[in-house]
Structure formats: C-alpha cells, structure tokens
C-alpha cells in the first residue's frame, strides 16, 4: 500500500538547484538526499496540487534550471510515482479564507489544501507549515533541520 506525501516547493528548489554560496552546500545536499531517497522508495508516492507542479517549475526557471530539465519534470509528474490533483474554486475559496485569518499567503494553502485527506505527512522546512492549518491536514516533518526557510529571505540554521 502506498503512503501519499507532500514535498514543500523550496525542497525540490533547494535539491534540483546548485547553492550559489557555499553556505548554503548543507541545505542543498540535505534536501537532494532527502528528495532521492523519497524517489527511489517504491512504497511512498507523492502528491502535489496543479498549483504546486505550476510553482515549482516556475521556482526552476527563475533558477534556470535548464529547460529541458523542466519539461521532463513536468512529464515525470504525470507517472504513477506521483499524484497531481486539480485546484477546484472551492478549495481557492477556502485557502483565501484561510489566508487572511492567519496571514500566511495564500500559495502555500493552494499547495497544501487540495490534498487534504490525500496525504499523510508535509515535508517542508517552511516556517509556515508549522501551523495549526498545516497540521490539521498531515503530521509536518522539516527534512532540511536545522535549516528553517522564511519566505523572501535566505535560508537560516536554527540554533
């Protein structure tokens, strides 16, 4: 029986995309270990939202990640491996609600909330998911600790 995960955007960033300081080789190397080894393990699949396969790809090319590289992600994302579910307007309605109660930004409820019921676990080292509306959905588990992502910021090591 497969279990269904979610991994947060920044991971597949941070494990497709080479650092540009050296600081940050810790990050990038803990999270392609941890994105090959979700891959390679036959008894996980993982789940995305239209929207997420959308934003990860876009994170790639503003990267410059080649785009060929891009495309056959795209066509990978379409193998049994991975589950994409489409956005529906009622779930955008309930991500925007979402998003002003909490002031998180709306892109990480319209990653998240269409798998509610889907997955079990979020991986994602987002400082966002930690709360409660993430974890209403699945048990949030951080892959890259220390290391905590901020939105618009560089990534920071927890003491």
């Keep these: 029986m497969s279990?269904?995960?979610?991994?947060d955007t920044n991971i597949w960033h941070f494990?497709?995309?080479?650092?540009?300081?050296?600081?940050?080789m810790e990050i990038h190397d803990l999270a392609s270990t941890f994105l090959s080894s979700i891959l390679l393990d036959p008894n996980i699949r993982i789940a995305l939202s239209c929207y997420?396969?959308?934003?990860?790809l876009e994170v790639l090319r503003r990267s410059r990640l080649d785009a060929d590289l891009r495309l056959r992600l795209l066509e990978d994302f379409r193998k049994a491996k991975f589950f994409v579910e489409e956005l529906s307007l009622p779930i955008v309605r309930e991500a925007v609600k979402a998003s002003f109660q909490s002031n998180i930004h709306v892109y990480d409820y319209l990653v998240a909330y269409p798998l509610m019921g889907i997955v079990n676990r979020i991986y994602?080292?987002?400082?966002?998911?930690?709360?409660?509306?993430f974890r209403k959905i699945a048990e949030v588990v951080n892959p890259l600790s220390p290391w905590i992502i901020t939105?618009?910021?560089?990534?920071i090591k927890a003491p």
């Excluded at 494990?15 to 940050?24: D, N, Q, R, T």
């Excluded at 997420?52 to 990860?56: A, T, Y």
């Excluded at 994602?124 to 509306?133: G, L, N, P, Y």
């Design 151 to 155: 939105e618009g910021k560089k990534p």
């Design 124 to 133: 994602s080292a987002d400082e966002h998911f930690v709360h409660s509306d």
């Design 52 to 56: 997420q396969v959308g934003e990860i």
């Design 15 to 24: 494990a497709l995309v080479k650092p540009i300081e050296a600081s940050f």
């Design 3 to 7: 279990s269904f995960v979610l991994i």
